[in-house]
């Protein structure tokens, strides 16, 4: 389970870094999703699988929908 923890913690950072300094609104928005998906690894490798849940279901959601309304305009 650690190697789950440091290589998810790795991508959130490195997707975090990339989502901030992205130009192109999409890209970033992307980036911002996987940085979330990797949140979710790290709870749910710490033993909390229900805020793992949490954070993909609303906040990745949510930026997932974000996204969708983006493409459209």
């Given at each position: 389970m650690?190697?789950?923890?440091y290589s998810a913690a790795a991508i959130a950072i490195f997707a975090t870094v990339m989502a901030i300094t992205q130009s192109n609104a999409v890209h970033a928005l992307l980036y911002l999703a996987a940085s979330?998906?990797?949140?979710?690894?790290?709870?749910?490798?710490?033993g909390a699988p229900f805020v793992a849940a949490l954070e993909l279901i609303i906040y990745a959601g949510a930026i997932m929908v974000l996204?969708?309304?983006?493409s459209v305009v």
């Open positions: 650690q190697i789950a923890f979330l998906v990797a949140a979710g690894v790290v709870f749910y490798t710490l996204l969708d309304r983006k």
